[in-house]
């Protein structure tokens, strides 16, 4: 199955994600000229900006509403930029999207507190969207999101852990952050509760099956594309499905090696990732990836047929189909 290119699927939105940028931009250049040089490091222009593609294409499943969509779509962004902020010093990261990462750059020290403003920066946006609901979901989200972190680290990145409680912390760290955009979007737009329901459904299922992809092209993907190292999860400590889907072709010695092995740990992790590939870990994530789209595109059913739920559709497809 091909992907759709993003420029196709964000046709209806492409006025508003240009508007989009122009928040982010004039909320970095209205700091001082230190934040402002930290800020235009890791805000405007970089990334997908698929979060707030979706509220976008969400805010329009009934009246659309720009004048509070778009601050609550910058908002998105800017909190899904804080929690990168924020990962890149946990995960003690060099590269993000082939750039030194803020903590590489500078320290850890300025890198947490530009997350913290970042984070007080995305709660004053979300305000500007002047709903209540949208406003209590994005703080509760927020919290979900860093506890879910914390979580992560508290366990060390478990070795033992189940698919169950894999796709537990990507729903914490990933597919929250998806649900609020769809959810917020169609609040935003006076939609009925069944949709709101339907499309921060769709929101949570299909950002679960987006961080499975993310997780294969950890393994698969080129590294230009990605803008970091192949492996980089594994060399971080961090379990993945494809990593959890052959476990058991390994021994317990040699797989707890790869992650948190003391010394020399080049052989275990070569050794985990050519299993990987060899024994089918791979094509089982994106089984587990399609399947998870297959339902965010049936829980769409609520929505009325056109041009919005056919992009929301095509969406969840380039989700599974992308390589970077």
Same mark, same amino acid.
């Given at each position: 199955?091909?992907?759709?290119?993003?420029?196709?699927?964000?046709?209806?939105?492409?006025?508003?994600?240009?508007?989009?940028?122009?928040?982010?931009?004039?909320?970095?250049?209205?700091?001082?000229?230190?934040?402002?040089?930290?800020?235009?490091?890791?805000?405007?222009?970089?990334?997908?900006?698929?979060?707030?593609?979706?509220?976008?294409?969400?805010?329009?499943?009934?009246?659309?509403?720009?004048?509070?969509?778009?601050?609550?779509?910058?908002?998105?962004?800017?909190?899904?930029?804080?929690?990168?902020?924020?990962?890149?010093?946990?995960?003690?990261?060099?590269?993000?999207?082939?750039?030194?990462?803020?903590?590489?750059?500078?320290?850890?020290?300025?890198?947490?507190?530009?997350?913290?403003?970042?984070?007080?920066?995305?709660?004053?946006?979300?305000?500007?969207?002047?709903?209540?609901?949208?406003?209590?979901?994005?703080?509760?989200?927020?919290?979900?999101?860093?506890?879910?972190?914390?979580?992560?680290?508290?366990?060390?990145?478990?070795?033992?852990?189940? @698919? &169950?409680?894999?796709?537990? =912390?990507?729903?914490?760290?990933?597919?929250? %952050?998806? *649900?609020? $955009?769809?959810?917020?979007? +169609?609040?935003?737009?006076?939609?009925?509760?069944?949709?709101?329901?339907?499309?921060?459904?769709?929101?949570?299922?299909?950002?679960?099956?987006?961080?499975?992809?993310?997780?294969?092209?950890?393994?698969?993907?080129?590294?230009?594309?990605?803008?970091?190292?192949?492996?980089?999860?594994?060399?971080?400590?961090?379990?993945?499905?494809?990593?959890?889907?052959?476990?058991?072709?390994?021994?317990?010695?040699?797989?707890?090696?790869?992650?948190?092995?003391?010394?020399?740990?080049?052989?275990?992790?070569?050794?985990?990732?050519?299993?990987?590939? @060899? &024994?089918?870990?791979?094509? =089982?994530?994106?089984?587990?990836?399609?399947? %998870?789209? *297959?339902? $965010?595109?049936?829980?769409? +059913?609520?929505?009325?047929?056109?041009?919005?739920?056919?992009?929301?559709?095509?969406?969840?497809?380039?989700?599974?189909?992308?390589?970077?």
């Amino acid at each position: 199955m091909g992907s759709t290119p993003t420029a196709t699927i964000f046709s209806l939105v492409r006025e508003d994600l240009v508007a989009v940028e122009g928040v982010l931009t004039r909320a970095v250049e209205a700091e001082g000229p230190t934040m402002r040089q930290l800020l235009g490091l890791v805000l405007p222009g970089s990334g997908k900006r698929l979060r707030p593609a979706l509220a976008l294409l969400c805010g329009r499943v009934n009246s659309f509403r720009p004048d509070r969509l778009i601050p609550f779509a910058a908002a998105l962004e800017m909190l899904h930029t804080a929690t990168l902020v924020h990962d890149d010093i946990v995960d003690e990261a060099d590269v993000r999207r082939g750039y030194p990462t803020l903590n590489a750059k500078f320290n850890n020290s300025v890198a947490v507190l530009v997350g913290d403003f970042m984070f007080a920066q995305a709660s004053a946006q979300a305000v500007q969207a002047e709903d209540f609901r949208v406003i209590k979901s994005f703080t509760r989200t927020a919290m979900t999101i860093i506890g879910g972190q914390i979580d992560e680290s508290w366990s060390n990145g478990s070795v033992g852990m189940s @698919r &169950e409680q894999y796709l537990s =912390r990507i729903g914490n760290k990933t597919a929250a %952050l998806f *649900a609020l $955009a769809a959810e917020g979007g +169609a609040m935003l737009s006076e939609a009925s509760q069944s949709v709101v329901e339907a499309v921060k459904r769709y929101g949570y299922v299909m950002g679960l099956a987006f961080q499975i992809v993310d997780d294969i092209l950890d393994v698969v993907g080129d590294e230009r594309s990605l803008g970091k190292p192949v492996g980089s999860d594994v060399r971080q400590g961090t379990v993945t499905l494809p990593a959890l889907l052959v476990r058991d072709r390994l021994t317990p010695e040699q797989f707890h090696a790869a992650f948190h092995g003391d010394g020399h740990r080049e052989e275990p992790i070569n050794l985990l990732l050519e299993t990987i590939q @060899r &024994e089918g870990g791979i094509d =089982r994530s994106y089984e587990e990836a399609d399947r %998870l789209v *297959a339902e $965010a595109c049936a829980v769409l +059913a609520p929505l009325p047929n056109g041009e919005v739920r056919d992009s929301l559709v095509d969406l969840a497809r380039f989700a599974v189909r992308r390589d970077a």
